[in-house]
């Protein structure tokens, strides 16, 4: 597995009149090492034409590709790994699927995080740090003291998750966490390459270095 700072989910609300693709590619233009498609509305044949696009996109770029959920389309367009919720197929079912690809696991207390360790998560997302509106069903806001604990107990790779913007990501930082994730702040922007730019910046100002 490529190490990672900056870890862009798709998302769907783009900033007006830009596609995917376009977002996707300035996202990595400005330093985004993985990519995760995440859509809840698509129906599946437009949820596998998209991750067949990221995923020439991302082979292009030599920038690992994750699908959130669906396992079978993980397999059917050969990303890298898949992400999983605590309410998805259970890590130990998922790993006998998807052999040694990568898998992600989202906890939200440090049972979770442990657990999924245990069990063999290749990583774990940490969150949501902030508040966000951008996962319907998420739990209240972790803080960065959960970051911090995750820092402090877990050995495998773990990335903050859940309303991480500029503003406040250096308090992310400060609390342990050295790969981000965010999805408004950069899919939002009118300059997607600028946002994942300045992260990346912040990011090596606090020691996060591959
Ligand atoms: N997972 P934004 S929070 C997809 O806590 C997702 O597991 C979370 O979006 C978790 O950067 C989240 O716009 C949404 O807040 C992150």
């Excluded at 396992?71 to 898949?82: M, N, R, S, T």
């Excluded at 998560?121 to 959960?146: E, H, L, Q, R």
């Amino acid at each position: 597995m490529k190490d990672f700072r900056l870890y862009a989910i798709t998302g769907e609300n783009f900033h007006p009149g830009r596609d995917l693709i376009e977002v996707m590619t300035e996202a990595i233009a400005g330093g985004v090492d993985w990519i995760q498609l995440r859509d809840k509305t698509s129906a599946r044949e437009e949820l596998l034409r998209k991750a067949k696009a990221l995923r020439e996109l991302t082979r292009k770029h030599g920038v690992t590709f994750i699908v959130n959920d669906h396992i079978d389309i993980a397999l059917e367009v050969d990303a890298d790994g898949v992400h999983l919720g605590q309410n998805d197929v259970p890590l130990v079912e998922a790993r006998k699927r998807v052999g040694d690809k990568i898998i992600g696991i989202s906890t939200h207390a440090i049972g979770e995080a442990i657990l999924a360790e245990q069990q063999g998560a290749d990583y774990i997302g940490v969150g949501p740090v902030f508040p966000t509106k951008t996962k319907a069903d998420v739990v209240d806001p972790v803080t960065v003291s959960y970051v911090r604990e995750v820092a402090e107990t877990i050995r495998i790779p773990f990335v903050a998750i859940g309303g991480i913007k500029l503003h406040n990501v250096d308090e992310v930082i400060r609390a342990g966490a050295t790969r981000i994730c965010a999805v408004s702040e950069i899919v939002g922007s009118a300059d997607v390459r600028g946002v994942c730019q300045a992260f990346i910046r912040k990011l090596e100002q606090g020691g996060a270095h591959l």
